[in-house]
């Protein structure tokens, strides 16, 4: 892995507050990160989210991005991304519905033109992208954000710069399956460089009473013929997300011949040791029992063997409780005794 977006929409200064420049301790703390990434060899991408009230035809938030963006240029940062995602799916200003043919797409792509046409001369090596609003034929994000205009991505494609790369997650905001046909499709829309986002193992929202710890599953081995980049969105817990992560990672790396319950047992054994494999089996097969009971709103039952095996688990989870890892997990723990009370 080479590659690391820094996003978080917990992060004010990256989203509600993204025009303020972060304050010392915290641009302290974000230095370090970077010269982390730096000494690795990890691109480290600083993602922008300015979406939320912008008005595209003002040209002050344009300047405001690119002396934020400069600070970071100055720390080595050499790529940054542009976050429209979760957003209103119409312009919210009456001089952006003039300006801009009552589109979003063109908006969105017109901006990032913006950005390339005033950064200075001597950013010859920086890279944009671009997570336009519509990032998934989901109708999910039609649900939460309202109705895209119709023809969003050719609209964007023949606005946006052509060398900025553009976020995709996928036939839905959660993909189970990801095919090349799929990505090839898009890819021929857009006419861009394309990055799948991949929004696995990531639990948050409406997921979050969810545990996603089994492997990657469901993309095709073929995905490189069509994709710039490849991303994982990681959990929320930060110790548990390297089991699945390291799937992510293996599949990431040589596709063609990644098998994801052979990657998956690699990194427990190599975590927790060759004699927790059993209980880790246990705990991903608990986790996903608890998703499609959720899911099929139906309780799920144990039989006198698994009642033995689910014991064991949990016994081994608090017997490490002061591990990060088991605080982590301890919501999922409290479900375990639940079932086995």
């Not at 060899?41 to 405001?64: M, N, Q, T």
């Not at 013929?225 to 293996?250: H, K, R, W």
Request: hydrophobic share 35%; aromatic share 12%.
């Amino acid at each position: 892995m080479n590659t690391y977006l820094y996003a978080p929409k917990d992060d004010p200064y990256h989203r509600a507050r993204w025009r303020q420049p972060y304050p010392p301790k915290q641009w302290q703390d974000l230095l370090q990160l970077i010269r982390h990434a730096q000494k690795r060899r990890i691109d480290f991408v600083y993602g922008f989210h300015p979406g939320k009230g912008l008005c595209f035809s003002d040209d002050k938030p344009v300047e405001i991005l690119l002396a934020k963006a400069r600070r970071f240029y100055d720390a080595g940062v050499r790529t940054f991304a542009v976050l429209f995602d979760d957003i209103p799916s119409r312009l919210e200003h009456e001089i952006d519905h003039k300006n801009y043919a009552e589109s979003l797409a063109r908006a969105q792509g017109s901006w990032l033109q913006k950005i390339h046409e005033r950064q200075p001369g001597t950013w010859q090596t920086v890279e944009w992208w671009i997570c336009p609003s519509y990032y998934t034929p989901d109708p999910l994000l039609a649900r939460v954000y309202g109705d895209f205009e119709p023809h969003f991505l050719d609209t964007l494609a023949e606005y946006l710069p052509a060398n900025v790369a553009c976020f995709w997650t996928g036939p839905l905001v959660v993909s189970r399956k990801i095919t090349l046909a799929h990505v090839r499709k898009v890819a021929k829309q857009l006419k861009h460089r394309l990055i799948l986002w991949d929004n696995y193992p990531v639990n948050d929202l409406s997921m979050s009473d969810e545990l996603h710890i089994g492997p990657l599953l469901g993309r095709d081995s073929r995905l490189p013929q069509a994709l710039y980049g490849y991303l994982n969105n990681p959990l929320l817990q930060e110790e548990l997300s390297f089991i699945p992560l390291a799937t992510c990672f293996d599949y990431a790396a040589n596709p063609g011949n990644y098998r994801p319950e052979a990657s998956w047992s690699k990194i427990v054994v190599k975590r927790f040791g060759i004699k927790t494999l059993p209980h880790w089996q246990r705990i991903r097969s608990f986790c996903e029992a608890s998703q499609r009971a959720k899911k099929n709103q139906r309780s799920t039952r144990l039989s006198p063997a698994d009642r033995v095996r689910l014991k064991a688990a949990h016994d081994y989870i608090r017997e490490h409780q002061r591990q990060k890892w088991s605080r982590e997990i301890e919501p999922w723990r409290d479900l375990m005794e639940k079932m086995l009370s």
